[in-house]
């Protein structure tokens, strides 16, 4: 089931630190790579995604890296903050909207 | 705009009940999920509706699980009879054109 392949499972960062997260994929169909977020109790939100004609898409202090060759995409989270405290999960799609999530990497920024 | 409403949020029944959830998608969105969401793990689709027609149900258990999407709006997700490893969020989600996905706050459901 499980078709995206995410790292780390968990992540602690000091506050002003870069988070990273990384994601790779086996289906080569996939033409659309989204985060979200997912604060507890809530259903996830998208934060960002990217198409594979670009190796790289910045909004705010959130950017994703995309290497097709690899099959690889990350997130980098500039200057985090606790609010930025949350589960964050890699997915991929392709022209079916088959939407797939990667396991999930909870990130803890402490003050 | 009104989100992806669920219900019921929280569910507790025993093992062997039926249990059905609830979901009301984003007004003109064609395209449903019904995803499971087992503790620490990312979400799992069970289903995938694209107007009243289910186009994916490959990971749905069809001898426990059912699900209808009436007139490609509303739709339910029934278990019967539940089991105890069914307890998990099962988490409603719909799309206009399959990308950007808006999820519901899910049905968290306990078997005991």
């Known amino acids: 089931q499980q078709q995206v392949k995410q790292s780390p499972q968990s992540l602690i960062v000091q506050k002003g630190g870069i988070s990273i997260i990384n994601c790779a994929y086996e289906?080569?169909?996939?033409?659309?790579f989204p985060w979200y977020q997912q604060f507890p109790g809530k259903g996830p939100a998208l934060l960002i995604a990217?198409?594979?004609?670009?190796s790289e898409k910045k909004e705010g202090r959130f950017t994703i890296s995309f290497n097709k060759s690899a099959k690889q995409f990350s997130l980098h989270i500039m200057d985090s903050q606790p609010g930025d405290s949350a589960t964050y999960f890699c997915?991929?799609?392709?022209?079916?909207?088959?939407?797939?999530f990667g396991a999930g990497t909870r990130l803890t920024v402490k003050p | 705009e009104a989100g992806v409403v669920q219900s019921p949020r929280y569910k507790i029944i025993e093992k062997k009940q039926p249990v059905a959830f609830w979901c009301n998608p984003i007004?003109?969105?064609?395209?449903l999920y019904w995803y499971l969401q087992n503790l620490g793990q990312g979400p799992e689709l069970l289903i995938r509706y694209e107007n009243e027609e289910a186009v994916d149900d490959s990971q749905l258990p069809k001898d426990r699980f059912s699900a209808e999407r009436l007139k490609g709006v509303d739709s339910t997700l029934k278990i019967q009879p539940a089991e105890l490893g069914d307890s998990a969020v099962y988490l409603c989600?719909?799309?206009?054109?399959?990308?950007?996905?808006?999820f519901g706050e899910g049905s968290r459901l306990t078997v005991l």
């Open positions: 989600a719909s799309s206009l054109r399959g990308r950007e996905l808006f």
């Open positions: 007004s003109g969105h064609n395209t």
């Open positions: 997915a991929a799609s392709g022209s079916g909207n088959d939407m797939r």
């Open positions: 289906n080569t169909a996939f033409d659309y």
């Open positions: 990217i198409r594979p004609d670009v």
